[in-house]
């Protein structure tokens, strides 16, 4: 079992849609989750982190975090064409001895059809 | 403030070569953290530098080397260079240690190995 996963995709969502991106993870002791976004070409760019249960909200953009069934998604209200990107999971996992490290997923790829 | 630096952008090398990439954090920031970034395995965790100190390190053989400096600029190595190393290679530094800060990544160096 990988121990970030995401669906490759594409997923495709009509403009002005919700997109809503999905993440497990396996270690539990993962405390920190991140979103990133990544254009072709480009390199990663934050998008926004979590690190309690519940939503998060930013802008266009919420994510949410269930710690129990260990999943965090990312939903992306009113799609634009400019969000089509590869988006990526990176979760805070126990690397041993007291220290973490950043574990991504392969990412999904969000088409945003105009 | 400026953001993460990397040189150079692309590099061209031969089988058996070495190369040095660079990487420059943004300023206040202590922890660098370096990346491999390939088509089939996505991002893939090299090591971490901290105060100097490499804190955390991912599943790669001891070609790949790095080191930091006192101004927190890093460098990573790579010896004895094979096909499969071929990759985008990416830098990122945040604030503390990456078990509790964002990470904020630079624009890469695309290597290809011939």
């Known amino acids: 079992q990988k121990e970030v996963e995401q669906n490759s995709g594409p997923l495709s969502v009509p403009e002005g849609a919700i997109a809503s991106l999905n993440c497990t993870y396996s270690?539990?002791?993962?405390?920190?989750f991140f979103w990133y976004r990544q254009y072709s070409g480009k390199s990663p760019e934050l998008i926004m982190f979590?690190?309690?249960?519940g939503d998060k909200e930013d802008g266009r953009f919420t994510a949410q975090l269930n710690k129990a069934s260990q999943y965090v998604s990312l939903l992306i209200r009113d799609s634009q064409p400019s969000d089509s990107a590869t988006y990526l999971c990176a979760v805070n996992t126990p690397g041993g001895s007291g220290t973490y490290k950043y574990i991504f997923g392969t990412g999904t790829r969000l088409k945003v059809l105009a | 403030k400026a953001g993460v630096t990397q040189t150079p952008r692309y590099l061209i090398k031969t089988r058996g070569q070495q190369v040095t990439l660079s990487c420059s954090p943004i300023?206040?920031?202590?922890?660098v953290s370096w990346y491999q970034q390939t088509p089939g395995q996505g991002l893939q965790f090299l090591f971490e530098?901290?105060?100097?100190?490499?804190?955390n390190k991912g599943n790669f053989p001891g070609r790949f080397s790095g080191r930091q400096f006192s101004n927190s600029r890093s460098e990573m190595n790579v010896s004895t260079l094979e096909l499969g190393d071929s990759a985008l290679y990416l830098c990122?530094?945040?604030?503390?240690?990456?078990?509790?800060?964002?990470?904020?990544f630079g624009p890469g160096t695309r290597l290809t190995v011939l």
């Open positions: 530098y901290f105060s100097e100190t490499q804190r």
């Open positions: 990122a530094s945040s604030t503390g240690l990456a078990g509790g800060s964002a990470q904020f």
């Open positions: 270690d539990r002791g993962s405390q920190s």
């Open positions: 979590i690190y309690s249960n």
């Open positions: 300023s206040g920031h202590r922890s």
